[in-house]
């Protein structure tokens, strides 16, 4: 199995920041992408930001040029820089993995979910 452990939400004012990180560990033979979701209540889980095994990015239009999504391929962790928030990024933001496990199968999974609230 694979367990994803998710941390750094939290309450901030408008234009503040904060980083997300999600730790993926486990029965886990290589990691080809990683993302982050966000679902607001009553919404759909949209995508925020996602990465490949080689560093490709890609952005929702809503995020660009004020998140930044990495990752440590060495610790199997993927992080989300956000600045400049809006109250329009209150979230639950969810950390999502695509892997290869040890038993060579495809798996897809989910972090638990970490709240980021965006207030004055």
């Known amino acids: 199995q694979v367990q994803l452990v998710e941390s750094g939400g939290g309450l901030v004012q408008p234009g503040g920041s904060l980083r997300l990180s999600c730790a993926a560990s486990?029965?886990?033979?290589?990691?080809?992408?990683m993302g982050w979701y966000r679902q607001a209540p009553g919404k759909q889980r949209d995508l925020v930001a996602h990465?490949?095994?080689?560093?490709?990015?890609n952005y929702a239009d809503s995020v660009k040029g004020r998140f930044t999504i990495s990752r440590d391929n060495a610790k199997n962790t993927v992080y989300l820089q956000m600045n400049s928030l809006k109250p329009e990024d209150t979230a639950v933001y969810y950390c999502?993995?695509?892997?290869?496990?040890?038993?060579?199968?495809?798996?897809?999974?989910w972090g638990q979910g970490t709240q980021v609230t965006v207030s004055s």
């Open positions: 999502n993995v695509q892997v290869i496990t040890t038993t060579w199968r495809r798996g897809d999974y």
């Open positions: 486990g029965s886990i033979s290589s990691i080809y992408a």
């Open positions: 990465i490949t095994s080689v560093g490709s990015t």
